[in-house]
DNA sequence: TCGGTTATCCAAAACGTTTTGGATTGATTA
DNA sequence: TAATCAATCCAAAACGTTTTGGATAACCGA
């Protein structure tokens, strides 16, 4: 393993010429003086500007190269009056094992930044204070612009940004603006497959566990579900529905109060895999036979969910593309300030698992 | 729900005047003008410098607000000569949901950072172009030092960095360089509080999946368990030990080939908890009792781990914490130079469940 | 010969800060 | 009275780019 990159190992004299050019950091004027041309025309030759003779710049890049130049990146966006940076706030609830969305989300984003040249600056704010973040991000001249997801149907950040006419596109619809670019799932197209493979399946007594209705998500998909229930002639029975965030703890905990009730449900639509991973072993604590007698849905698809026992039947998001998509489409908006904003609706799709057999 | 920030829900008139402000800048130059001070003297007023005049600096300070004066952060670092940026390259591995580690790990550092005024530049690159990322960061100064994780033993990012003199922490020991600074976990003492507890269960045939041992953390972990087997009178037979990586699927399929030999182990050590879980799978399509007459460990005791079935046995970690404090660390030797690097090595903990029982 | 190109170059301004090295004033001290 | 000191201020330089608005010289066609 150490003939691997040996050259750096065993580095005494490498080490400190290294050393020394690192703390003597070259520039232009450098490249100049060395040239004998004006720092003007280093520049432009290294910009491949077509005033600047072409032996000239010839020698100009010899040297720069020789040199080891490389531009300074605060200067050239001090100059430029733009950061090639975009930023994305994270939301509390990602900062944990509980959302393996968010992993994937941000390397979509990421990698694409990182392929557009752009740098991806993540902040950590708490829920208080998340506006004073935006606030210094945006007027200290931090970021070109921003991503946004897990929106809510009245968003604060997305209204403060368009009030701006600040550059920014969501991973979910808002309901408080309109002219912005977004990507969302349809939420209620989703939430069609699932009842109808429940109903499908037998079954007519459906629960389900979902967060607050403030998040558009949630708030498109409730209304999905209860949209598709009545086109089968269902009704989703206020008992039959509970308030849980995100994680599996909220999950067992409500499923086993959905269980517990004299009449309980044979369905269980969970609002996120996490959920419905909690509802399962809820289930399964009763002594239920998950699958058979009784039915669990995801949303999301995570990589658990193949794995779970009983395997999860979901619904399939392209969350890592998503994300990608959703930095291509700021970046249009970011380089034409006039184009017209993009809003992608995306078709989810079911797919079907153990945890959802015939009654 | 309309109530809450309604200020910024019907805005025709707010609107506008934001977005004026917003197209307008305030720089010092406006704010010396108003009060008819230098750009100097505005400069070192905000600054609470002593040589300012007591009621000039309140002054210059209530236009400064009530302008909504926000200083240039890119032209603050470019005459400062520090970026306030930590940069951390994301693993290719750590991309999507198969790492559950990291949204925490990042999590930990990230939410430092922002409360040391620090920005974190997360940097998504190709394997292959990973050395390439890290001297762009560094030549174009657009970070002021590095989070590493998943050393290498003899790691090419580790050596580049720590031959330049350039600040970084590692979640990781590396063989190749001293004098750095890292947190790692005692990966040999986890490894004995596992073999102890298998042992004391009973368990005499053990095998593990683990991944490279050019990965620091498995090397350690291996020698560990290597020693621990020996320690009572155990050894690792070179058929019991596969490679595998990191997620589930490669648990599934090496615990298969284990065991499906003719004499396989009765208990596997993961050397993370998708192996683990991947592995607990293998076990139960082959229709043995996991934790009964077959046990399995993880290590890092993510969330799942707790929920899965059965409940892994696995190690624990303060992975949020590990972050917080390596940007410490981190932060710590930004601010001294000659601060003499950290090193922490912390003591894991075993969490058991349910997927290790008496033979 | 002259006006008009073209090719090549550059000084200076600009981006918005912080820092350096005084300058000015008025009061205090020797 | 002159020297010293403290308080308050600021012009200019610096950070390293890019861009603006020419300048210069050589060449071309009429």
């Known amino acids: ?28 004027k450098d490249i100049a003086e060395r040239v004998g041309r004006s720092v003007t025309t280093v520049s432009r030759a290294l910009a491949d500007c077509s005033d600047v003779n072409k032996e000239t710049a010839e020698r100009i890049k010899e040297v720069a190269a020789q040199l080891g130049y490389v531009p300074n990146t605060l200067a050239k966006r001090l100059q430029k009056q733009s950061t090639d940076t975009i ?8 900062r944990g094992y509980p959302e393996p969305f968010f992993s994937e989300f941000l390397a979509g984003i990421g990698e694409k930044a990182t392929h557009y040249g752009y740098d991806l600056l993540v902040t950590y704010a708490q829920e208080e204070h998340q506006m ?48 912005y670019s977004y990507i969302d799932e349809d939420g209620e197209y989703a939430m069609q497959l699932i009842v109808n493979h429940l109903v499908a399946m037998g079954h007519t007594r459906i629960g389900c566990i979902c967060p607050s209705l403030e998040i558009m998500h949630a708030y498109i998909r409730y209304n999905g579900l209860v949209k598709s229930l009545a086109a089968h002639g269902l ?18 905990e409500q499923a086993l109060v959905l269980l517990n009730q004299p009449t309980p449900p044979t369905a269980i639509v969970g609002f996120n895999d996490m959920i419905a991973f909690g ?37 399939s998001q392209p969350i890592f593309k998503i994300g990608g998509k959703l930095l291509e489409m700021l970046i249009q908006s ?26």
């Open 87 to 94: 930023g994305i706030v994270v939301h509390p609830a990602s």
């Open 279 to 315: 509802a399962i072993n809820a289930a399964k604590t009763l002594g239920l036979h998950v699958g058979k007698e009784f039915a669990v849905t995801g949303f999301d698809n995570s990589m658990m969910a193949a794995y779970y026992r009983p395997p999860l039947t979901t619904i």
């Open 132 to 179: 004073d973040t935006y606030r210094q991000l945006v007027e200290g001249r931090r970021v070109d612009g921003f991503i946004l997801y897990r929106t809510l149907r009245d968003d604060p950040r997305a209204n403060y940004l368009h009030s701006l006419n600040f550059p920014f596109a969501s991973f979910g619809q808002v309901e408080s603006i309109d002219r």
């Open 1 to 28: 393993m150490l003939s691997k990159d040996s050259n750096w190992v065993s580095c005494g004299q490498t080490c400190l010429e290294r050393s020394e050019i690192r703390s003597y950091m070259v520039t232009l």
């Open 334 to 359: 970011l380089k034409d300030k006039e184009h017209e904003p993009s809003q992608l609706l995306l078709r989810p799709q079911l797919i079907i698992r153990e945890s959802t057999q015939s009654l």
């Open 235 to 252: 009704e989703l029975e206020a008992a039959l529905v509970r308030e849980g965030y995100f994680d599996q703890k909220d999950g067992y």
